[in-house]
């Protein structure tokens, strides 16, 4: 279909104009608008997505890099992207391509044939919706995956959760695991950092957990914004609720880009702390990223405490698991391994 654009699933005719439902921004658009996130638009009284078969970025990840550390360890990723995004975090690190239209954007022109046909080529298991919201290529990536998946090839998102249910249901038909991105367990921090409400991203999280999708989360801690104790401890209880408590949480470092350049980096112990209080409230396999080699990286039996899988960074260097279970004690490690 290459770079003709494609009619988008999801929306709703009003007198004319369209009202787009993938979002719950629910982007109400006249003729020749474009909805928030950049890449939809009313084309002649129809909704169209502009990003269609027009990647502005193909690569290949380690699947840790996601991250996923219970989810086929050391297989690799075909990543995918195109340009946009429905969230317009002030602290976006690939805001480049994620806030800015696709017309100003550098793109591929690739079929989800030959998406399919790539992974197959470099003799990858895995094709990972990330860099971007992958919402915002719905259409893209249900072809894509539903491809990969008569291919036996996994599907893998990694998304901010901000979709409405019903489109969530249809996706989760074709995705084997997620990393949701949990900018924060404060509404307010999404009304103001990243324009968007909380209640949404933690629907699609019961949705995805209902659905059978292997879910892992990511906590962006930025300095004075997100990372106090309370909302650390709100976030792990909200786990423990809502999932459970071998659902595994990695708590990242914040480095200044974008619109708050002005904040300093996230310090080192206010990772570990935030690890410390995750695990102290009950939760299993909770992960620290962005500061280095660290302890927080391995994966531990949560019965022995011996490290199961240990890690350089995005390198898996030793696996002590046996058919899902930790290789000393016999208990059962949470993920997928196979």
Request: charged share 30%; with cysteine; hydrophobic share 35%.
């Amino acid at each position: 279909m290459g770079k003709e654009k494609r009619k988008a699933d999801f929306w709703e005719k009003i007198n004319g104009n369209v009202q787009c439902q993938l979002c719950p921004h629910f982007c109400f658009l006249k003729e020749g608008e474009t909805g928030k996130c950049n890449a939809r638009k009313n084309m002649n009284g129809e909704l169209v997505s502009l990003v269609y078969s027009r990647p502005c970025s193909l690569a290949i990840d380690p699947i840790e890099k996601k991250p996923l550390h219970h989810f086929l360890p050391r297989e690799k990723t075909l990543s995918i992207a195109t340009p946009g995004c429905n969230l317009k975090c002030k602290n976006c690190q690939n805001w480049e391509i994620s806030q800015v239209s696709p017309e100003k954007i550098i793109s591929l022109d690739i079929s989800p044939e030959n998406v399919v046909k790539e992974a197959i080529k470099r003799n990858v298991k895995i094709i990972a919706y990330t860099y971007t919201e992958p919402t915002i290529f719905y259409e893209y990536m249900m072809d894509i995956a539903k491809i990969a998946r008569k291919k036996r090839i996994k599907n893998v998102l990694v998304t901010n959760g901000f979709i409405n249910p019903e489109p969530l249901k249809e996706l989760c038909k074709y995705i084997d695991s997620a990393n949701v991105d949990i900018k924060s367990i404060n509404p307010d921090f999404y009304k103001n950092i990243c324009q968007a409400k909380l209640e949404p991203v933690l629907e699609s999280i019961r949705i995805m957990k209902e659905k059978g999708v292997w879910i892992e989360l990511t906590n962006l801690l930025i300095p004075g914004l997100n990372d106090s104790e309370e909302d650390i401890n709100k976030l792990a209880d909200w786990v423990k609720k809502n999932l459970d408590r071998n659902a595994p949480i990695h708590f990242s470092a914040f480095y200044p880009c974008y619109k708050l350049i002005n904040l300093n980096p996230t310090p080192e112990e206010t990772i570990k702390k935030a690890r410390r209080i995750a695990l102290a409230k009950g939760l299993s396999y909770v992960y620290s990223g962005n500061i280095g080699n660290n302890e927080g990286n391995d994966t531990y039996c949560p019965k022995c405490k011996e490290a199961v899988i240990k890690r350089r960074e995005y390198e898996v260097i030793e696996i002590n698991i046996n058919e899902g279970k930790c290789s000393k004690c016999g208990e059962k490690i949470s993920g997928v391994w196979c």
